[in-house]
């Protein structure tokens, strides 16, 4: 199966920025968008950037400016770069990915664990 392993989230002060990661691994034959999703206490889960293997990009209108996906295809890793934090942007951050599987050779959709981003005011 497939396996994605976020990093880098933490607690951060208004203004500041973090870096998330996030690293696939197994039976991966092909991977096509990835994505990065938030989900605030008590609210949705909500698509914050997307980046298709050919790197086109969409953001949510919230974070553009102020965020940046990236992806490194050779290492089946996604990153979303993240600066002038807000408090409005504390949630659990995950990652996904629509991933082809030697095992099944078809296109399905996988979820990292979640990472906690915090930024006080």
């Known amino acids: 199966q497939v396996q994605l392993v976020e990093s880098g989230g933490g607690l951060v002060q208004a203004g500041g920025s973090l870096r998330l990661s996030c690293a696939a691994s197994?039976?991966?034959?092909?991977?096509?968008?990835m994505g990065w999703y938030r989900q605030g206490q008590g609210k949705q889960r909500e698509l914050v950037a997307a980046?298709?293997?050919?790197?086109?990009?969409n953001y949510a209108d919230s974070v553009k400016g102020r965020f940046t996906i990236s992806r490194d295809n050779a290492k089946n890793t996604v990153y979303l770069q993240m600066n002038n934090l807000k408090p409005e942007d504390t949630a659990v951050y995950y990652c996904?990915?629509?991933?082809?599987?030697?095992?099944?050779?078809?296109?399905?959709?996988?979820w990292g664990q979640g990472t906690q981003v915090t930024v006080s005011s």
């Open positions: 197994g039976s991966i034959f092909s991977i096509n968008t």
């Open positions: 996904n990915a629509w991933v082809v599987t030697t095992a099944s050779w078809r296109r399905n959709e996988y």
């Open positions: 980046i298709t293997s050919g790197g086109s990009t």
